[in-house]
């Protein structure tokens, strides 16, 4: 309710930039990427509404979903096809559409590293009067020519899509999380549902003035500056984090080769995994990269499907390359040993 600065400000001015570069946006600023999803969600449906979502959607949309109490249509992950058939059949259901309608995906998927289809997801919602929610977490400053995230990933202006939700720590690497829609969309959503922003405590504006120089810095890189590593601290990060990002997928496809669960073509961005599907085994390979000075995560239900065990890998910008071959050569010699015997 109070408690807002200049830095505040400033970081909304940045990230309307990124995501409304021809104005007429609104940004909200949380705590966290977590009360971001939770607010946004009921703030766009409610009881009665529909949402669709994709059956991978970060849990704290679904924490969202639960608080909208409108009800939830989920389809296979990726699968665009299903999606059409579920909002065939809900025209049936509703052919005025009077009811409103949301559809929800991540950009990037936090466990899989996939990309979402957004081409496909902005032809589906406009065609069946669906509003767009894409939570961009795990894309801003890590996916894309300039590292603006999902539509940068795919050369569409970012408009496209009716509301952006994302977080303020991970490759900005501050605190908070954000929400951006267009100023009548702002307007017209019912300040009842806004009450996890205002009644939770504003990001420090310490963090909030770190904030608006990383987005400034995002902001100023283009597929040049990334390319020469040249301009800013951002451009030089995100050039050595693509570099590794490559590196990594190389290692990653020789997994592939071997039949060891892996999709490094599916996964553009610093979100990487290997499927494993056996816990025993899946901590036999954490525990021996630890000890060759590898340190990696392995996943296993509920954060993941069961017989979905894996090792989740983010890939980092301060690796330098010949640790990077240095990792993926671990990688690649632990996971055979372990796997292939």
């Given at each position: 309710m109070s408690g807002e600065t200049l830095h505040h400000e400033h970081v909304k001015e940045e990230l309307l930039k990124l995501y409304r570069p021809a104005g007429g946006g609104a940004a909200f600023l949380t705590i966290s990427a977590s009360m971001a999803n939770i607010t946004a969600v009921p703030m766009l449906v409610g009881r009665g509404d529909t949402i669709f979502a994709d059956a991978e959607s970060h849990m704290t949309l679904m924490q969202g979903f639960t608080a909208s109490q409108a009800r939830v249509l989920r389809f296979k992950h990726g699968d665009m096809q299903e999606l059409e058939r579920k909002l065939i059949e809900f025209d049936r259901t509703d052919p005025e559409r009077l009811r409103r309608r949301l559809l929800v995906s991540d950009g990037i998927f936090s466990m899989s590293g996939h990309v979402c289809n957004l081409p496909k997801l902005v032809e589906l919602a406009r065609r069946y009067q669906c509003r767009l929610l894409i939570d961009e977490a795990h894309a801003l400053g890590a996916l894309g020519p300039s590292g603006r995230g999902t539509a940068d990933h795919w050369n569409m202006d970012p408009t496209c899509i009716d509301v952006i939700t994302g977080t303020l720590a991970k490759a900005v690497g501050a605190q908070g999380g954000y929400i951006i829609c267009?100023?009548?969309?702002?307007?017209?959503?019912?300040?009842?549902?806004?009450?996890?922003?205002?009644?939770?405590?504003?990001?420090?504006?310490?963090?909030?003035?770190?904030?608006?120089?990383?987005?400034?810095?995002?902001?100023?890189?283009?597929?040049?500056?990334?390319?020469?590593?040249?301009?800013?601290?951002?451009?030089?990060?995100?050039?050595?984090q693509r570099r590794n990002i490559g590196i990594l997928r190389d290692y990653l496809h020789q997994l592939q080769e071997m039949g060891i669960d892996t999709d490094p073509n599916c996964a553009p961005g610093a979100v990487q995994r290997i499927i494993v599907g056996n816990e025993r085994a899946l901590f036999e390979i954490q525990k021996r990269l630890y000890q060759r000075g590898v340190y990696v995560l392995g996943i296993v239900y509920p954060a993941v499907s069961q017989g979905q065990d894996q090792i989740r890998l983010t890939v980092m910008p301060v690796i330098s390359e010949v640790e990077m071959h240095q990792c993926g050569k671990a990688i690649v010699d632990v996971c055979r040993s372990v796997l292939n015997g």
């Amino acid at each position: 309710m109070s408690g807002e600065t200049l830095h505040h400000e400033h970081v909304k001015e940045e990230l309307l930039k990124l995501y409304r570069p021809a104005g007429g946006g609104a940004a909200f600023l949380t705590i966290s990427a977590s009360m971001a999803n939770i607010t946004a969600v009921p703030m766009l449906v409610g009881r009665g509404d529909t949402i669709f979502a994709d059956a991978e959607s970060h849990m704290t949309l679904m924490q969202g979903f639960t608080a909208s109490q409108a009800r939830v249509l989920r389809f296979k992950h990726g699968d665009m096809q299903e999606l059409e058939r579920k909002l065939i059949e809900f025209d049936r259901t509703d052919p005025e559409r009077l009811r409103r309608r949301l559809l929800v995906s991540d950009g990037i998927f936090s466990m899989s590293g996939h990309v979402c289809n957004l081409p496909k997801l902005v032809e589906l919602a406009r065609r069946y009067q669906c509003r767009l929610l894409i939570d961009e977490a795990h894309a801003l400053g890590a996916l894309g020519p300039s590292g603006r995230g999902t539509a940068d990933h795919w050369n569409m202006d970012p408009t496209c899509i009716d509301v952006i939700t994302g977080t303020l720590a991970k490759a900005v690497g501050a605190q908070g999380g954000y929400i951006i829609c267009n100023a009548s969309l702002a307007e017209e959503a019912s300040y009842e549902y806004t009450t996890n922003r205002v009644f939770s405590s504003g990001v420090p504006p310490s963090i909030a003035a770190a904030a608006s120089e990383v987005l400034r810095q995002m902001n100023a890189a283009t597929p040049a500056t990334i390319a020469s590593s040249a301009s800013n601290t951002f451009s030089s990060m995100y050039h050595k984090q693509r570099r590794n990002i490559g590196i990594l997928r190389d290692y990653l496809h020789q997994l592939q080769e071997m039949g060891i669960d892996t999709d490094p073509n599916c996964a553009p961005g610093a979100v990487q995994r290997i499927i494993v599907g056996n816990e025993r085994a899946l901590f036999e390979i954490q525990k021996r990269l630890y000890q060759r000075g590898v340190y990696v995560l392995g996943i296993v239900y509920p954060a993941v499907s069961q017989g979905q065990d894996q090792i989740r890998l983010t890939v980092m910008p301060v690796i330098s390359e010949v640790e990077m071959h240095q990792c993926g050569k671990a990688i690649v010699d632990v996971c055979r040993s372990v796997l292939n015997g």
